[in-house]
């Protein structure tokens, strides 16, 4: 579905489009408040009230940042019930943009038939599957910027990002703070570690180091998060994981985000699928660090090298003590690995206490 002009809406052909042509009637009327729904992948799923002003603020910011105009074209391919898909609608009205919506899939590009676009908005999986195909890079590298969200971008991906032109931004922003609020280059000259919050953002931290934020996008009230981040300077931080992936096994703190990190060149020896560490509980330790591996479960030979390889990365205390696999991870509606859904469902694995 098109929308080139927002006084004259097009006629919706399925639910998701009358979806997405419903929020826009409201929003075009004068709606002053909206509800929207967190995706529930660090916790249980919520509702949010934002206001219009809110939204506002954030799509000027975004439009400013990525020097968005009046007449650009934009492809709308995250799901409009959450903030990410929202908010590319609210820029398309506020901001005078093009708008093709497609619903979410893997591909996005099944249905645009090569058109170009100046500015697209993905989660990890969509863009990796984009890159599998040469000719995808073409109408990328039309793009004036392309963003990426919704989770951590592996080494992987991130190498394939480095064959495409255009810019290509890691972002980091929630529900609460209406979409981004900090952006970090991931490919070009400009290419960073750290992310870079966006003008007017103000940042600091909590007695955790974890990561509190004012913006006119949080109605300049204080948005206090469960991310540990290395403060660099007052636009700039490092983020280290979330404060709730510490897991405590045999009075060891343990920080997931670090182990997956080291582990992340040899996890290929497994799969080339995805992965996670987790903490079960365990009668023993109290929590049990475990590895999750997208995919069909390998020879005992293979994972005795995977083992023996991460040996030289991690501390004792981080070698996971089971590795189970998973032949389909569960998502979340906005694309997310469901991690408390997988657990929660079982899986088969392979017993390595005495790792």
């Given at each position: 579905?098109?929308?080139?002009?927002?006084?004259?809406?097009?006629?919706?052909?399925?639910?998701?489009?009358?979806?997405?042509?419903?929020?826009?009637?409201?929003?075009?009327?004068?709606?002053?408040?909206?509800?929207?729904?967190?995706?529930?992948?660090?916790?249980?799923?919520?509702?949010?009230?934002?206001?219009?002003?809110?939204?506002?603020?954030?799509?000027?910011?975004?439009?400013?940042?990525?020097?968005?105009?009046?007449?650009?074209?934009?492809?709308?391919?995250?799901?409009?019930?959450?903030?990410?898909?929202?908010?590319?609608?609210?820029?398309?009205?506020?901001?005078?943009?093009?708008?093709?919506?497609?619903?979410?899939?893997?591909?996005?590009?099944?249905?645009?038939?090569?058109?170009?676009?100046?500015?697209?908005?993905?989660?990890?999986?969509?863009?990796?599957?984009?890159?599998?195909?040469?000719?995808?890079?073409?109408?990328?590298?039309?793009?004036?910027?392309?963003?990426?969200?919704?989770?951590?971008?592996n080494e992987v991906l991130e190498k394939e990002i480095q064959n495409l032109e255009v810019p290509v931004y890691s972002t980091y922003g929630m529900t609460e703070t209406v979409s981004h609020i900090a952006i970090k280059r991931m490919n070009g000259a400009n290419k960073s570690n750290n992310f870079n919050v966006l003008e007017g953002v103000k940042i600091g931290l909590d007695e955790r180091n974890c990561l509190n934020i004012v913006a006119e996008a949080s109605n300049n009230e204080l948005i206090q998060t469960n991310d540990i981040v290395e403060i660099?300077?007052?636009?700039?931080?490092?983020?280290?994981?979330?404060?709730?992936?510490?897991?405590?096994?045999?009075?060891?703190?343990?920080?997931?985000?670090?182990?997956?990190?080291?582990?992340?060149?040899?996890?290929?020896?497994?799969?080339?699928?995805?992965?996670?560490?987790?903490?079960?509980?365990?009668?023993?330790?109290?929590?049990?660090?475990?590895?999750?591996?997208?995919?069909?479960?390998?020879?005992?030979?293979?994972?005795?090298?995977?083992?023996?390889?991460?040996?030289?990365?991690?501390?004792?205390?981080?070698?996971?003590?089971?590795?189970?696999?998973?032949?389909?991870?569960?998502?979340?509606?906005?694309?997310?690995?469901?991690?408390?859904?997988?657990?929660?469902?079982?899986?088969?694995?392979?017993?390595?206490?005495?790792?």
């Open positions: 579905m098109d929308i080139n002009d927002f006084n004259n809406l097009p006629i919706p052909t399925n639910d998701y489009e009358q979806k997405a042509i419903d929020f826009c009637q409201k929003w075009l009327t004068g709606q002053r408040e909206f509800v929207l729904k967190t995706s529930g992948s660090t916790g249980e799923p919520k509702s949010i009230v934002l206001t219009r002003n809110q939204m506002v603020a954030s799509a000027k910011l975004t439009g400013k940042t990525f020097g968005l105009r009046a007449g650009d074209k934009a492809l709308v391919c995250l799901n409009v019930d959450y903030i990410a898909g929202i908010m590319m609608l609210v820029r398309g009205m506020e901001l005078g943009l093009k708008l093709t919506i497609v619903e979410p899939s893997g591909n996005p590009f099944q249905m645009i038939n090569n058109q170009a676009f100046d500015f697209f908005a993905f989660v990890p999986l969509q863009i990796q599957n984009l890159l599998e195909d040469e000719k995808n890079k073409t109408i990328l590298n039309c793009a004036k910027a392309i963003i990426v969200g919704g989770a951590a971008v660099l300077n007052e636009n700039e931080f490092k983020l280290m994981g979330r404060f709730d992936n510490i897991i405590n096994s045999g009075g060891v703190k343990i920080q997931l985000e670090k182990v997956e990190k080291l582990i992340e060149n040899e996890i290929k020896i497994l799969t080339l699928n995805r992965f996670f560490t987790y903490g079960i509980a365990d009668k023993r330790l109290g929590q049990k660090l475990v590895l999750i591996v997208e995919g069909e479960e390998v020879k005992s030979e293979i994972k005795e090298l995977f083992f023996k390889n991460i040996q030289s990365v991690l501390s004792k205390y981080e070698i996971p003590k089971d590795v189970y696999f998973v032949k389909s991870f569960i998502e979340t509606q906005t694309g997310k690995i469901d991690k408390k859904a997988i657990i929660a469902h079982g899986f088969n694995g392979l017993d390595r206490t005495n790792k």
